[in-house]
C-alpha cells in the first residue's frame, strides 16, 4: 500500500493525462502543428524533470531525517523528534518513530527510576548483599557488603569478587554455591580486630527460562547478638553457681546437724551461725539480682521517676548509710563538694550507686584508711568519684570490673561479703540517667571510681541512648 502511494507521488495521475493528451494530439492534428506539440512535449519533459528532482531531494532529505532520527535513538537521545511534514508516507513513520521513542524513554525512565528506589533501599540496609554473574563478577554490591567485608574501594563492579574480597572461606562457600546450584546458610568469622561474626546467606539467581544467570549473597553482622548470648550464658552460668556455692553449704551443715551434731551445744551454735551466714549472703544475691533486674526493665520502658535535686542529700545520705561498716574498719570517710550543685536524678537509684561505690571501697581498703568522696561540675558535666587507698586492681582486668558477678579476686570478694552484682548496679544506675561510670587503679595504690552524669535535662530517648 505505501509502495502505491510512494509510486503516484513520483507519478501523478495529471501528468499520465497531460502525456495521454499530448500523444494523441499528435495523431489527430495536423502535421503542421506537430513542431509546437514537441515543443510543448519538451517543455512539459522539462518541467517534469525539474519537479522530480524537487520531489526526490525532499525524499532523499526525509530519508536523511530518519537516518539521523535513528542514529540518534541509538546513541541514547530518545528525546529527539523526527520533524518530517511530507511526503506523507514519510511524515506517517516519523510519527510512529516519534511515538515509538516516546515510549522507550517511559519506559527506561520507569527502569531507571525503579533502578534508583533498588539502590536506595540497598544502601539503607544494614545487611550487605553481593549479587555475582555466572563467573563470580559482581553486578551489585551495596555500602553495608564493603564495610562489613572491609573493602575500601568503590568502584568494584565487573570485578571478580575474589579480587575484592580475600576471606578463603567466604570464597570457598561462593564457590559451593555455584558448583552445587542450592541455597545455604552458615557464620563465617573475619579475620579483622573484631574477629567480626557474619552469618551468610547464598542462593543461585535464574531467569524465567530457569537458565542460571547468577547468585545472591546476604551477610549480617551478627557479633553483637554472639556477645550477648555468650554474655547471658556466662550470667546464668554465674548465676547458677553463685545460688549453687550458699545452697550446697546451708545443704552440708543441716545434713551434719541431722545426722548428730545438733546435739553439740558448741557445734549446734557455729553451725547455726554459719548457716545464718550464708543465708543472708543468698538473700543478698536474689536482692541484687532483682534490684539488678528493676533497673534495667525501668531504664528500657524510660519509667524511671527523675526530679531536680541537690546533690547533697543523696551524698549526705550514702555517707550515714555507709559509716557503721567503715567505723568497723577504722576507715574514715572524707567529703568534698559544692552544697550548691544540683541535678536531674532519681535520689532513691543514686543514694544506691554512691552507696556501692564506698561499701566496694571499705571492703578493699586497709585499716584505719580513708575514703575520699567528691563531687565537682565541670562543662554541664557532674563527676562524682570514690577514692580509696587500697591494694588497687591490675589494668587487664578494669575492662570486665562492671560485668556481673565479675570478680578480680574471688575468694577474697566471697570472703568480703560481696556478691559480685555492685558495681554492675552502679554502671546501669549511671546509663539510667544518662551517664557512665569509669575506673582507674594503680597496683598498691588505689582505686577510684568515677560517675560522670549530665547536669542538663535529658529527654526519655537521650537516656535510653546512653543506656
Excluded at 526493665?297 to 542529700?313: K, M, N, Q, W, Y
Amino acid at each position: 500500500m505505501k509502495s502505491k502511494q510512494l509510486f503516484w507521488h513520483l507519478f501523478p495521475p495529471y501528468l499520465l493525462t497531460i502525456v495521454l493528451v499530448l500523444a494523441f494530439a499528435a495523431l489527430f492534428v495536423p502535421a503542421t502543428y506537430h513542431t509546437l506539440l514537441l515543443f510543448l512535449f519538451v517543455g512539459f519533459f522539462l518541467l517534469f524533470l525539474v519537479r522530480q528532482a524537487i520531489v526526490v531531494q525532499r525524499l532523499k532529505e526525509s530519508l536523511q531525517e530518519l537516518e539521523h532520527a535513528a542514529v540518534r535513538y541509538a546513541e541514547g537521545e530518545l528525546n529527539y523528534k523526527v520533524r518530517i511534514t511530507e511526503p506523507e508516507e514519510f511524515s506517517s513513520h516519523a510519527i510512529v518513530m516519534n511515538e515509538m521513542a516516546s515510549q522507550l524513554q517511559g519506559e527506561i525512565q520507569d527502569l531507571s527510576n525503579q533502578k534508583k528506589k533498588l539502590d536506595a533501599v540497598l544502601s539503607c540496609m544494614k545487611e550487605g548483599v553481593i549479587a555475582l554473574d555466572t563467573d563470580a563478577r559482581i553486578i551489585s554490591i551495596n555500602k553495608a557488603a564493603l564495610a562489613l567485608l572491609g573493602v575500601t574501594e568503590k568502584n568494584v563492579r565487573g570485578r571478580l569478587i575474589d579480587e575484592v574480597t580475600r576471606n578463603s572461606e567466604l570464597q570457598e562457600h561462593i564457590r559451593w554455591v555455584f558448583e552445587e546450584g542450592e541455597s545455604f546458610h552458615t557464620e563465617i568469622v573475619l579475620r579483622d580486630t573484631k574477629s567480626t561474626v557474619l552469618e551468610l546467606h547464598g542462593t543461585v539467581l535464574h531467569d524465567p527460562a530457569h537458565a542460571l544467570i547468577g547468585a545472591l549473597f546476604v551477610l549480617h553482622d551478627v557479633t553483637e547478638y554472639k556477645r550477648l548470648e555468650r554474655m547471658r550464658t556466662e550470667f546464668v552460668a554465674n548465676v547458677s553457681h553463685e545460688l549453687r556455692t550458699p545452697i550446697t553449704s546451708i545443704k552440708g551443715f543441716v545434713e551434719t546437724l541431722v545426722e548428730g551434731a545438733k546435739d553439740n551445744p558448741e557445734e549446734l551454735d557455729r553451725f547455726l551461725g554459719i548457716i545464718s551466714r550464708q543465708t543472708d549472703r543468698l538473700g543478698a544475691i536474689i536482692k541484687d539480682l532483682l534490684s539488678l533486674a528493676k533497673i534495667e526493665r525501668s531504664a528500657d520502658v524510660g519509667d524511671i521517676e527523675f526530679v531536680v535535686s541537690p546533690l547533697r542529700g543523696a551524698l549526705l545520705s550514702a555517707i550515714e548509710v555507709s559509716e557503721g561498716k567503715a567505723a568497723s574498719k577504722n576507715v574514715t570517710l572524707r567529703l568534698e563538694y559544692d552544697e550548691s550543685l544540683e541535678m536531674r536524678m532519681n535520689p532513691h537509684l543514686f543514694e544506691q550507686a554512691i552507696i556501692n561505690l564506698i561499701d566496694n571501697a571499705i571492703k578493699y581498703s586497709p585499716e584505719q584508711g580513708e575514703i575520699l568522696i567528691q563531687a565537682h561540675k565541670e562543662k554541664e558535666l557532674l563527676h562524682l568519684a570514690v577514692s580509696d587507698r587500697g591494694c588497687g586492681i591490675p589494668k587487664d582486668h578494669l575492662p570486665r570490673l562492671f560485668e556481673r558477678f565479675y570478680r578480680v579476686d574471688k575468694a577474697r570478694s566471697r570472703e568480703l561479703g560481696g556478691t559480685g552484682l555492685g558495681l554492675a548496679i552502679v554502671k546501669h544506675i549511671a546509663q539510667a540517667h544518662g551517664g557512665s561510670v569509669n575506673v582507674e587503679s594503680t597496683v598498691g595504690e588505689g582505686t577510684t571510681f568515677t560517675i560522670t552524669l549530665p547536669c542538663r535535662d535529658l529527654e526519655p530517648s537521650e537516656l535510653q541512648a546512653a543506656g
